[in-house]
């Protein structure tokens, strides 16, 4: 009997680069998102503020300092948290349908109705 191929058990790509995506978080009180940068794959950043990561796209330093200059307007001082206007809420939405990430998607069309309801009741 012979082994065609034997499937290492360590990869010797120490030279790849890491997979990274950029990702957009809601902050719990659901007026900030967090535009940043990671490897993992689920929404958990350890010893941060929580929120809700809505959406991601794959990217690196370079893609995410790209989404800080397009909503720099929004930006928080210097850091990764950007205040939602509703131009950024309206991109996450067409990101979250494209995504189909529901669940993102129902989260910020409650975000956008409740400021549509406090405008029409100020008026």
């Keep these: 009997m012979t082994v065609t191929s034997i499937l290492p058990l360590f990869t010797m ?52 300092d790209q989404y800080h200059a397009k909503y720099a307007r929004e930006r928080i001082g210097k850091t990764e948290w950007f205040h939602l206007s509703d131009r950024l809420c309206m991109d996450l939405i067409a990101m979250c349908l494209a995504q189909k990430k529901t669940e993102s998607y129902e989260v910020l069309r409650g975000v956008l109705y409740a400021r549509l309801r406090q405008r029409k009741d100020a008026a």
Excluded: Q
């Design 13 to 64: 790509d120490g030279d790849a680069p890491p997979r990274t995506r950029v990702y957009f978080g809601l902050g719990a009180c659901g007026e900030r998102i967090k535009i940043g940068l990671t490897k993992r794959r689920n929404g958990h950043r350890g010893g941060e503020m929580w929120f809700i990561e809505l959406c991601s796209v794959p990217g690196d330093r370079a893609e995410e």
